[in-house]
């Protein structure tokens, strides 16, 4: 769709992405001003780790990397471990760590792989054990030999 977009750019934009993310996470709260919307850090943590995972996504898809069910989780334990790092290590700057700021970058994380799931990335990657199982239709036998393999006594006259 994009020919300029290599994967190499991509892994870039993805890797710049993810340092602004946690430069705005690690930012203290008096840089941004009164927001006076509720809950606005809560749609801040659902996108931003929404992003974050659609970048990951889409590097992979657009990289001969095959998108299987160990690739998903691998990830989704990365953005994890990652989130829970980033909420602890928020207390060391001036930002409250918050549980449910984790819990909404799951939510966000978790939403980009299942719209992922559904759209079909992941099956299109993927080679499935039954589709290399599974004979095909030339390679079967056939059950009844074919008129002219019949022996020359059994032919009529």
Known sequence: MFPWLTSVRL???????????FTAMHTPKTAFG????????????FGGYFVLAAFAIITAHRTPTILNRAWVIR??????????FDEITQGLVDRTPDRWDFVTDMIGVGTAFTIARFIGV?????TTSSAKSAPTPSSQAPSTPAPSDAAPSEQAP
């Open 122 to 126: 992941f099956n299109a990657n993927t």
């Open 75 to 84: 990830w989704i334990a990365i953005f994890t471990t990652y989130a829970a």
């Open 11 to 21: 892994k870039l934009i993805w890797s710049g992405y993810w340092l602004a993310l």
């Open 34 to 45: 009164p927001v006076k919307i509720y809950y606005f850090d809560k749609v801040v943590h």
